[in-house]
């Protein structure tokens, strides 16, 4: 079954802050996220592992809890570039399964 | 490292054809998957496998089938096309669970 997302769009004002959520009904072992923008490939952001782990590439913090089963992204000062759809995919045994996305608008 | 590749690129069917998109990895990762996005949606899980030899089966495995000879590839190959097929074919692979997700650049298909 695949995670739900909210919200399902923002759009936002260079500078403003926003939060992805999402939400599973599985006992997760780890919760992804990932940022795709039009015609091309998603790219990965961050890896929470159950446990309190985390790997990222970027400037972008998130939570998960563990005992909710639940992930937020936190987008802060948000920058032109960060405008995507960013997709939140949760790993339960070997199966990465990712939720509808949520379309992120950064207007100046 | 060519990371993830996918070939075609483009690709237009008619219905009841059969076909193969060819997913290849220099990565030497275990875990490979397949993923269908449809205009506007998510990623849905097709197959999905651990490691040379094994593969199991996503969320959405219906039409198609995949095999696993090699850590390096692992081709998805439609039985015959249907119109509900058209979509955006991702490949991944990672090293193991819990690890990054590495993408291919994807295969837009069209099924008439």
């Known amino acids: 079954q695949q995670p739900v997302q909210s919200p399902q769009a923002v759009i936002l004002r260079e500078g403003e802050d926003a939060v992805i959520n999402c939400s599973s009904s599985?006992?997760?072992?780890?919760v992804h996220w990932y940022r795709q923008k039009h015609g091309e490939a998603p790219v990965f952001l961050m890896i929470?592992?159950?446990?309190?782990e985390q790997k990222g590439h970027e400037k972008i913090s998130a939570s998960f809890n563990e005992k909710k089963q639940q992930s937020s992204l936190y987008l802060t000062a948000s920058q032109l570039s960060y405008s995507g759809t960013y997709f939140c995919?949760?790993?339960?045994?070997?199966?990465?399964?990712f939720g509808g996305g949520t379309r992120l608008m950064v207007k100046p | 490292n060519a990371g993830v590749t996918q070939t075609p690129k483009f690709q237009v069917l008619k219905t009841g054809q059969s076909m193969t998109l060819q997913c290849a990895q220099d990565?030497?990762?275990?875990?490979m998957s397949w993923y269908r996005q449809d205009p506007g949606m998510g990623l849905r899980l097709i197959h999905y496998?651990?490691?040379?030899?094994?593969?199991d089966q996503g969320e959405v495995p219906n039409g198609y089938n995949v095999s696993r000879s090699t850590t390096e590839d692992f081709p998805l190959r439609l039985l015959s096309a249907a119109p509900s097929q058209t979509s955006v074919y991702f490949c991944?692979?990672?090293?193991?669970?819990?690890?990054?997700?590495?993408f291919g650049p994807g295969t837009r298909l069209t099924v008439l």
């Open positions: 991944a692979s990672s090293s193991h669970r819990g690890n990054e997700q590495f």
């Open positions: 995919g949760t790993e339960a045994g070997n199966m990465l399964t």
């Open positions: 496998s651990v490691g040379a030899g094994i593969t």
């Open positions: 990565m030497n990762h275990e875990y």
């Open positions: 929470l592992l159950k446990g309190g």
């Open positions: 599985k006992a997760l072992y780890s």
